[in-house]
């Protein structure tokens, strides 16, 4: 299960997998493109690695928040929706299933309320996943808690 | 030169060329996909299709739109945006440079004003380019206009 947080300049992504001791974490991070190449560029490198995330772990489901339309920055919200564009491509072309989920779905799956915080979330995620230190930055919390409640959704147990 | 009006539903190209009799249409259509397919599978619908242009007719320039922020719809510009990054990456994947104008530069370019309306461009395009037809719809007026800037933009006369 591959949860992606898209975004222009960092993408995070977390990766899991359930095994006997409970959901381990494969792989996390933050695909980060720099300002000063232009848009076509950082498009491709975002493409690329998620492709390449996809390709080395083969996971059944790749889990993104779904789309709304209250974005507090305009600009930032249709770059974001560049990079989703290519994600899910990537998805598509490497025959992996895109499950899109409500940030509230996901905040209640993971925090237990809907409106938890970033902070509240991150906090849940490292409770859930067993992590030494709290998942830094909020965008590879995000990607984490989409990839734990994708897993949920499709019958997993969180605890 | 190929104009691309990306968008999730349609999106119109225009692909031109210079010639000793002006400037002449190589091709031009509508990448339509069905809202019945899930988003990655429209998505790739468009990528697919523009990267078929791309490799069989190697334009050196693939001409947008720029982003801007007051749309009147902003979910459909979401999703406009999620086409408009795959439109990207396929450029950069063939080697084609990315030229994104202003829609005012467009208007100003073919139709004299910069806020010539759709019908304006659309007889403007098919002045220039010496169609028998007005472009319809106005998508592929709007990618043929794209197209005649990024022309003119780069050197080449438009009368």
């Known amino acids: 299960m591959l949860g992606i947080d898209p975004g222009l300049v960092g993408t995070g992504f ?42 080395a772990h083969a996971p059944t489901t790749l889990v993104l928040e779904d789309l709304y339309t209250e974005y507090r920055f305009p600009r930032t919200a249709l770059l974001m929706a560049h990079a989703r564009g290519v994600v899910c491509l990537a998805a598509r072309q490497c025959d992996v299933a895109v499950l899109a989920l409500a940030p509230a779905e996901v905040k209640r799956a993971v925090a237990a309320s809907g409106a938890a915080s970033k902070h509240q979330v991150q906090h849940a995620v490292q409770r859930l996943l067993k992590l030494e230190a709290l998942p830094t930055p909020s965008h590879v919390a995000d990607a984490l808690a989409l990839a734990l409640t994708g897993f949920s959704r499709l019958g997993g147990v969180l605890r």
Not at 25 to 35: E, F, H, M, P, Y
């Open 14 to 55: 977390g990766l899991i997998e359930p095994g006997a001791g409970g959901v381990a974490v494969l792989d996390r991070g933050v695909i980060a493109t720099s300002a000063d190449l232009p848009l076509e560029a950082r498009i491709h490198r975002i493409y690329d690695a998620v492709r390449g995330l996809l390709v």
